[in-house]
């Protein structure tokens, strides 16, 4: 349940934390569906960052960092479940960008959130730096 607490808050910070000199549009019904995939994802994406096995990249995405931590039989899901995350946090990238009349925005959106992904991290949890995991 912290899990899901974590990111509905970094959920609800998006339109304070995207763009600070204007106001950024996060409310059409595309990504309204994008946020509510990503929430019931994460329930299940939770055990795997609490293990070490999935990680937040420095491009706003996860990755499977260490295929060792998850039982083989469940490696197939696992890379499933990462699939899925990083299409929807691309699409809503996007979807915010051009929500809000900017497309060009995209990088500087998926910047924006990576930063904040990795702020919001629980204790415990690997983020890139630099082109390195740490442990937060």
Do not use: C
């Amino acid at each position: 349940m912290k899990s899901l607490k974590w990111l509905s808050a970094a959920l609800l910070l998006w339109s304070s934390l995207v763009f600070a000199q204007g106001n950024l549009d996060i409310s059409s019904p595309a990504i309204s569906t994008l946020k509510r995939s990503m929430q019931e994802r994460h329930t299940q994406l939770a055990p795997l960052y609490e293990s070490g096995a999935v990680g937040l990249t420095a491009e706003g995405g996860v990755t499977v960092r260490d295929a060792s931590a998850v039982p083989l039989a469940q490696r197939a899901q696992a890379a499933a479940l990462v699939a899925a995350e990083n299409a929807d946090r691309g699409a809503l990238y996007r979807e915010i960008a051009r929500a809000n009349g900017h497309p060009e925005w995209e990088a500087d959106v998926r910047m924006t959130f990576a930063g904040r992904w990795a702020e919001r991290a629980r204790p415990g949890w690997w983020i890139q730096q630099g082109g390195n995991w740490v442990r937060k």
